[in-house]
C-alpha cells in the first residue's frame, strides 16, 4: 500500500476560523497517526470569493499552531494549465459538455442540472461532468458505506465555469491526484461532493483515496460555521486554547491532551489519538 500523504487545503476567503482548525488538526493528526506526509494545498481558485492576504494569514495562522506542512505549499492559482489537460481527456472521452444554462434557468430544479433547458438564457458556455459511471459507492472511514447516483442526484457537476474560472470539483480531484494524496481528511460538509469526485476521478483513470469526513462546526442556527457571520478567527496569540477547543469538538469524550506549547501539545495529542473515538455529529461548539 502507498505510503500515507494527506493535506489540509483551505480556500483563501478570510481567516483561518474554528471549523477550519478542526479540519486542519484532524487531518495533521491522521497523518501523523498514520506516520504519513500532511500537505497544505491553497485553494485560490476563485477570485472573486478571495480576500488579499487571507492565504498568508491562514500560514501563519498554522505556523503558530505548530501545524507545518512537510512539504511547499501547493497553490491552485498555479495549476490551471493542469486543469485545461483534463478538461481535454474528459473532451476525447466525451464526457463534458458546453452548458449555457444559467442559475435561473436551474432554479426550477433547485439548481439541479439534468438536461439543459430548450432555451438556455445563459452567454458564456460552463463545461459540465456528465459521468458514464451512474452508481458511485465508497467507504467512508467514519460514516461508513456512501453510495450515489450519479448523476442523477448530484446534476452534471460544472468543471470551467461560465465566467472561465475552473471549478473546486476539477481542481481537487486533479490536484489530489497529482500530490499523491491517499487520504482525504476534511470536513463532512464535502461528504456529498465525493461520489462526483469519485466518478471525475475514474473518468480520469486516477486512484481513489481514501476518505474520512470530520464533523461540522455549525453555529447556533445550524449553518457552517465559515458562512456565518459568527466565524471568529483563530487568535495566533492562544494556540493552545484553540488547539484544545478542535480536540474537544472531535473528541468529546477522550481526554484533552496537555502540554506547555503547541509542539508539546501536538507530540500528546498524536499518542492519544483514535480515529474510532472521532465524533460524527455536525453541531455548534458549545454541545
Ligand atoms: N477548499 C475546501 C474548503 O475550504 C476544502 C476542499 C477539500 O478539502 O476537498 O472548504
Redesign the pocket.
Known amino acids: 500500500m502507498a505510503a500515507y500523504r494527506g493535506r489540509f487545503?483551505?480556500?483563501p476567503t478570510g481567516p483561518l476560523h474554528f471549523g477550519s482548525l478542526v479540519a486542519a488538526l484532524g487531518s495533521w493528526l491522521d497523518a501523523r497517526y498514520h506516520q504519513g506526509t500532511w500537505l497544505v494545498r491553497i485553494?485560490d481558485i476563485d477570485p472573486p470569493r478571495e480576500r488579499a492576504g487571507a492565504a498568508d494569514a491562514q500560514l501563519r495562522t498554522l505556523a503558530a499552531l505548530g501545524l507545518h506542512a512537510d512539504e511547499p505549499v501547493l497553490r491552485q492559482s498555479t495549476r490551471g494549465a493542469a486543469y485545461e489537460v483534463a478538461l481535454n481527456a474528459l473532451r476525447a472521452s466525451e464526457q463534458v459538455f458546453a452548458c449555457r444554462c444559467s442559475r435561473s434557468d436551474l432554479a426550477p430544479n433547485s439548481g439541479l442540472h439534468l438536461a439543459c433547458v430548450t432555451r438556455p438564457s445563459g452567454t458564456q458556455a460552463a463545461l459540465r461532468f456528465r459521468p458514464l459511471a451512474s452508481v458511485v459507492s465508497f467507504a467512508d472511514r467514519l460514516h461508513g458505506k456512501q453510495t450515489q447516483a450519479v448523476p442523477d442526484t448530484i446534476g452534471d457537476v460544472v468543471l470551467r465555469r461560465a465566467d472561465g474560472l475552473h471549478a473546486y470539483q476539477l481542481a481537487?480531484v486533479v490536484d489530489d491526484a497529482a500530490q499523491g494524496i491517499t487520504d482525504?481528511v476534511?470536513g463532512a460538509d464535502?461528504l456529498a461532493s465525493t461520489t462526483p469526485q469519485i466518478a471525475l476521478q475514474q473518468a480520469l483513470h486516477l486512484p481513489t483515496p481514501r476518505y474520512l469526513h470530520l464533523p461540522v462546526v455549525l453555529d447556533n442556527q445550524g449553518r457552517k460555521l465559515s458562512k456565518s457571520l459568527t466565524a471568529c478567527p483563530i487568535d495566533d496569540q492562544q494556540p493552545l486554547t484553540a488547539l484544545r477547543a478542535a480536540w474537544r469538538f472531535l473528541f468529546p469524550d477522550v481526554s484533552t491532551p496537555v502540554g506547555n506549547t503547541p509542539t508539546e501539545w501536538l507530540r500528546q495529542a498524536v499518542d492519544a489519538y483514535c480515529p474510532g473515538a472521532l465524533d460524527r455529529r455536525n453541531r455548534p461548539v458549545s454541545s
Open positions: 487545503a483551505p480556500s485553494e481537487v482525504v476534511r464535502l
